[in-house]
């Protein structure tokens, strides 16, 4: 008698567990429906179901239309969420290019005297100065050797002058030491004739 009782309560305990968790784990529902509809007895045309069985369907659907309505409004939480990030990454993606756009800008443009000039306009500048300064420097070296030839003629023609006058000085002492000797000769020829006529 005991093992009967003892089956018995096992075997409500376990009917009891299957249908909790049938309740808790609702199958598919167009099964659970199917399922409802094949164990309905008929009467004509029509299908008598259990209201327990309609009442549980209900309450299977009405948990399963909770659930996909919180699903649905996780997911369009999330969409919202994943909207507004797509916006923000936009404004900074277009920050980010205006930055872009004024660091090229100032990295192609040069102050030059206070100015800003492209990067295109100042190496023109710049060497245009250059080729002026280069210019500028061949002409002053060709003028320096211009120059230098025309001191070096120059002091050439005057050590010649020089070496001429210097010739010219000394015949010119020459001759006039040698009229010096001749006029003094002659003084002393005629004062030799005046003591002879004396």
């Keep these: 008698m ?20 049938q309740e ?34 209900r309450n299977n659907l009405s948990k399963k239309l909770d659930e996909l309505e919180k699903e649905i409004e996780n997911h369009d939480n999330q969409l919202k969420k994943k909207e507004k990030k797509i916006v923000d990454l936009h404004n900074q993606l ?17 102050l030059f005297f206070g100015s800003a000039l492209s990067k295109g306009v100042y190496q023109a500048t710049m060497w245009g100065i250059v080729g002026v300064l280069v210019v500028i420097l061949i002409l002053i070296i060709l003028r320096f050797k211009v120059n230098s030839n025309t001191t070096t003629h120059a002091k050439k023609q005057l050590e010649a002058v020089e070496k001429e006058f210097e010739d010219y000085k000394r015949k010119a002492l020459e001759k006039q030491q040698k009229l010096g000797r001749e006029l003094q000769d002659q003084k002393n020829l005629v ?8």
Excluded at 28 to 55: F, G, H, R, S
Excluded at 191 to 198: C, G, I, Y
């Design 2 to 21: 005991k093992n009967i009782f003892f089956f018995l309560g096992f075997s409500i305990i376990v009917f009891q567990f299957n249908l909790n968790a």
């Design 24 to 57: 808790e784990t609702p199958q598919n529902l167009l099964e659970t429906y199917d399922q409802i509809i094949d164990k309905a007895n008929n009467w004509e045309d029509y299908k008598m179901v259990k209201k327990p069985q309609l009442n549980n369907f």
């Design 94 to 110: 277009e920050t980010s290019q205006t930055n872009l756009e004024k660091i090229t800008a100032q990295k192609n443009q040069i």
């Design 191 to 198: 004062n030799k004739l005046k003591a002879n006529k004396q």
